[in-house]
């Protein structure tokens, strides 16, 4: 059983920037292939980016260029670094893990947080 808990949502203006982090328990974060999906309200939930244990990385057209995706495993964390962010990025986002498939394309979770609110003002 993994624990995902996310922080580092908030209030900010078009072109800020935020730094999300995703917190995980257990021993085997390593083994697991992470990512951030977003759901803003009336949307499904839609994939945002992920990063395979080996460090490889996938993100979503929408923010590519914008967002970075990365990952502590001695910290059992993974980040989502959010420039030049825009009106529409305005959405609860998602922290989710799997056990490794080699290639988190596309991403399945398992394992979800709670989810973390990021607003974005125009």
């Known amino acids: 059983q993994v624990q995902l808990v996310e922080s580092g949502g908030g209030l900010v203006q078009a072109g800020g920037s935020l730094r999300l982090s995703c917190a995980a328990s257990g021993r085997t974060f390593r083994t697991y292939d992470m990512g951030w999906f977003r759901q803003a309200p009336g949307t499904e939930r839609e994939f945002v980016a992920a990063?395979?244990?080996?460090?490889?990385?996938y993100y979503a057209d929408s923010v590519k260029g914008r967002f970075t995706i990365s990952r502590t495993n001695a910290k059992n964390t993974v980040y989502l670094q959010m420039n030049s962010l825009k009106p529409e990025d305005t959405a609860v986002y998602y922290c989710?893990?799997?056990?490794?498939?080699?290639?988190?394309?596309?991403?399945?979770?398992?394992?979800w947080g709670q989810g973390t609110q990021v607003t974005v003002s125009s």
């Open positions: 989710g893990g799997a056990v490794s498939t080699g290639e988190p394309s596309p991403f399945s979770p398992g394992y």
């Open positions: 990063i395979s244990r080996s460090g490889s990385t």
